[in-house]
């Protein structure tokens, strides 16, 4: 089954902070943040690791929760570059294939 | 950015007619994928591959072979297209464990 990802759209005006929740049914071992611009290819943002290990972008925020298999994306004074749609992946251990949640359209208006 | 392209990136084929997608990648990754990006579903995994002539299914794999004969090509194959597989095809490659996928531009398939 996919992550589920909530809230499925969002609209800010420039400078206001966002959370973008990505829950899966199944154990996580890693969960990974994408960002997609309308028409273009997903972008690597983050990825969160069981034992607390992140990779990513220094003005990217995002925590796990192993114990609730739940990750949450954060935001912060939002940026007109931030729009686009953010996608969860989740892999489980020992695999090398992501699930991916059906998305998060966050549109920022100035 | 990492080399990854796709070819072609646009398609309209018929229905019944065989296809065939290209990902080449220059980034010398062992692992590679293929998923289907659709209104409502997202990215779904098709195939991939984690290394020369090594492949396993994905979630969506019904219809579609793949081929890996070098590390930098993995081709994706609709033996019979059907207009199901309309849809935005996107290759990636790189490491889970070690980190970010790259992802190709996309092609945009379209089956009449």
């Known amino acids: 089954q996919q992550p589920v990802q909530s809230p499925q759209a969002v609209i800010l005006r420039e400078g206001e902070d966002a959370v973008i929740n990505c829950s899966s049914s199944?154990?996580?071992?890693?969960v990974h943040w994408y960002r997609q611009k309308h028409g273009e290819a997903p972008v690597f943002l983050m990825i969160?690791?069981?034992?607390?290990e992140q990779k990513g972008h220094e003005k990217i925020s995002a925590s796990f929760n192993e114990k609730k298999q739940q990750s949450s994306l954060y935001l912060t004074a939002s940026q007109l570059s931030y729009s686009g749609t953010y996608f969860c992946?989740?892999?489980?251990?020992?695999?090398?294939?992501?699930?991916f949640g059906t998305g998060t359209r966050l549109t920022i208006i100035p | 950015d990492a080399g990854i392209t796709q070819s072609p990136r646009h398609k309209v084929t018929e229905t019944g007619t065989p296809v065939t997608l290209r990902c080449h990648q220059t980034?010398?990754?062992?692992?590679m994928y293929w998923y289907r990006q659709d209104p409502g579903h997202g990215l779904r995994l098709i195939h991939y591959?984690?290394?020369?002539?090594?492949?396993d299914k994905g979630e969506v794999s019904d219809g579609y072979s793949v081929s890996r004969s070098k590390t930098e090509d993995f081709l994706l194959t609709l033996e019979s297209a059907t207009s199901s597989q309309t849809s935005v095809y996107f290759c990636?490659?790189?490491?889970?464990?070690?980190?970010?996928?790259?992802f190709g531009p996309g092609t945009r398939l379209t089956v009449t």
């Open positions: 990636a490659s790189g490491s889970l464990t070690s980190g970010e996928q790259y």
């Open positions: 199944k154990a996580l071992y890693s």
């Open positions: 969160l690791l069981k034992g607390g």
């Open positions: 992946g989740r892999s489980t251990e020992g695999n090398e294939k992501l699930t």
């Open positions: 980034e010398n990754h062992r692992y």
């Open positions: 591959s984690y290394g020369v002539k090594d492949t």
